[in-house]
């Protein structure tokens, strides 16, 4: 049977439910992050905006507004928002410490990381890094072109996604192993230790992504073994 419209979520989790309405330039980056707060908390309790708006004691008109960010919110609103979505209010202002720090890399204008296994026909670009107060990322495209009989192996603090944009190979991490294609990924904890064990079908390209939970934390920049 049929759900009340009112229990039905108007927007279905995952990442449409992060989109956002028109460009964050056209709006206050507060207005912006308090915006994203709301209706992220509000579809992650799977409420419309009707349910919400009347237990928050607020019109539908006004809250879709709050979640466009067309409008700012008293202090007033926020707490009847707060109480409505059993949240602190401070929920509502993550995200909202100012503009945030973004990096374009144009294609082939990426520093190339000369490393050991560079001389193998293996090549490093950083394609960039964002380093915050909780975290620090860093991206490559790494590019195997030759075969090896040592391949090198990484360790480092933090976690990465590996995703193959071309050719195969089998990539080991601890003591598995896992044969890779075009459009597998792969994600794995950097402490344990990591590497290709065989190149299958070169050219290889694949991106490398590195989440640290500390930046400050030097290992990972002596941590390659």
Not at 65 to 81: D, P, R, V, W
Not at 184 to 207: K, S
């Amino acid at each position: 049977m049929a759900r009340p419209a009112s229990e039905v979520p108007d927007v279905p989790p995952g990442p449409a439910a992060r989109e956002i309405a028109g460009p964050a330039e056209a709006r206050g980056w507060l207005e912006q992050a308090i915006a994203v707060r709301v209706r992220e908390l509000r579809r992650l309790g799977g409420a419309t905006v009707a349910d919400v708006a009347a237990r928050a004691g607020i019109s539908k008109a006004t809250l879709s507004k709050i979640e466009n960010a067309q409008i700012s919110c008293s202090l007033t609103t926020l707490a009847g928002l707060a109480e409505a979505l059993d949240v602190p209010v401070t929920a509502f202002f993550r995200g909202a410490e100012g503009p945030r720090e973004a990096v374009h890399t144009p294609a082939g204008a990426g520093a190339r990381i000369v490393a050991r296994g560079t001389r193998m026909g293996h090549d490093y670009t950083l394609l960039g890094g964002l380093r915050g107060p909780h975290q620090r990322m860093e991206a490559h495209l790494v590019s195997l072109t030759e075969r090896s009989e040592v391949y090198p192996l990484f360790q480092h603090p933090g976690t990465e996604l590996l995703y193959v944009l071309e050719g195969s190979m089998v990539y080991g991490h601890g003591a598995s192993s896992y044969t890779l294609h075009p459009g597998d990924a792969l994600q794995l904890d950097g402490e344990g230790v990591h590497g290709p064990r065989e190149l299958l079908t070169l050219p290889i390209r694949f991106l490398s992504v590195v989440a640290h939970a500390h930046p400050d934390d030097a290992a990972h920049d002596a941590g390659h073994v």
